[in-house]
């Protein structure tokens, strides 16, 4: 299915309540670590190609707040729970532009960023089609696009798409969005070039088809400079 039908504003709602409460049980170090350990060195390996005085937009970062340790200096961190966040771990987010809000539209101008990062948050938001749309607007014409996401098996993502419209108390404690590997090819494909994928962390539940893998895609904009001159385009 190449489009998700969005959730309703009461169920992304009582989806960030569940999130609020499973930080209350979280070490935020302990969590900052292992995401520290598994995902920066990618986001390090991008982030070189741009200079100091870069910008930087991460989406969803929850406290952890991943990218602040990458060298660009102007980096803006977006989050609808940001100021619970900030009550929950004082002084322990980093200090740069924190936004407390949703990233369907963000107020900065088109073009703005050098890198835009999302970990793991594109599943629990409310429209993830019109994150895709600001991602794609407020991206440099030769910036990159990191994303990190949990892929399910077709099966898995096909019956929690109709459980969450026809039977919704079976999905309340899950996200609001199960995207089959096909599924977030499609949806990255409409708005980038997927210049690299990686799998991370294979997982497979009690039935063998029901497996979920750790996916993270390095992105760039569709009309990226090194294909508007004809030139084979690096990463490294």
Same mark, same amino acid.
């Given at each position: 299915m190449s489009y998700h039908k969005p959730v309703s504003q009461l169920?992304?709602?009582?989806?960030?309540?569940? *999130?609020?409460?499973?930080?209350?049980?979280?070490?935020?170090?302990?969590?900052?670590?292992?995401?520290?350990?598994? +995902?920066l060195p990618i986001l390090e390996r991008y982030a070189r190609h741009y200079p100091e005085?870069?910008?930087?937009?991460? *989406?969803?970062g929850g406290p952890v707040c991943l990218s602040s340790t990458l060298p660009q200096k102007n980096k803006t961190f977006i989050d609808p729970l940001i100021d619970d966040f900030r009550r929950m771990f004082p002084g322990q987010l980093p200090e740069n532009e924190l936004l407390a809000s949703t990233a369907e539209s963000i107020d900065?101008?088109?073009?703005?960023?050098? !890198?835009? *990062?999302?970990?793991?948050?594109?599943?629990?938001t409310?429209?993830?089609?019109?994150?895709?749309?600001?991602?794609?607007?407020?991206?440099?014409d030769d910036g990159k696009f990191i994303l990190a996401i949990r892929t399910?098996?077709?099966?898995?993502?096909? !019956?929690?798409?109709?459980?969450?419209?026809l039977l919704p108390f079976l999905t309340s404690k899950t996200r609001p969005y199960y995207y089959a !590997?096909?599924?977030?090819?499609?949806t990255l494909n409409r708005h980038?070039?997927?210049?690299?994928? +990686?799998?991370?962390?294979?997982?497979?539940?009690?039935?063998?088809l029901f497996k979920r893998d750790q996916r993270i895609f390095i992105c760039s904009p569709l009309k990226h400079p090194s294909e508007i001159t004809n030139q084979v385009p690096t990463d490294e």
């Open positions: 169920r992304w709602h009582n989806y960030q309540k569940r *999130i609020l409460l499973s930080w209350k049980r979280k070490s935020l170090e302990d969590v900052r670590l292992n995401r520290e350990q598994e +995902i005085d870069g910008s930087l937009l991460e *989406i969803g900065k101008s088109s073009a703005s960023y050098d !890198l835009i *990062i999302c970990i793991n948050a594109l599943a629990s409310q429209n993830p089609e019109l994150i895709m749309n600001e991602v794609e607007r407020l991206l440099k399910h098996s077709s099966l898995e993502a096909r !019956l929690h798409y109709w459980a969450e419209r !590997l096909q599924g977030i090819r499609r980038f070039k997927v210049r690299h994928e +990686i799998t991370r962390n294979a997982q497979i539940l009690w039935l063998p």
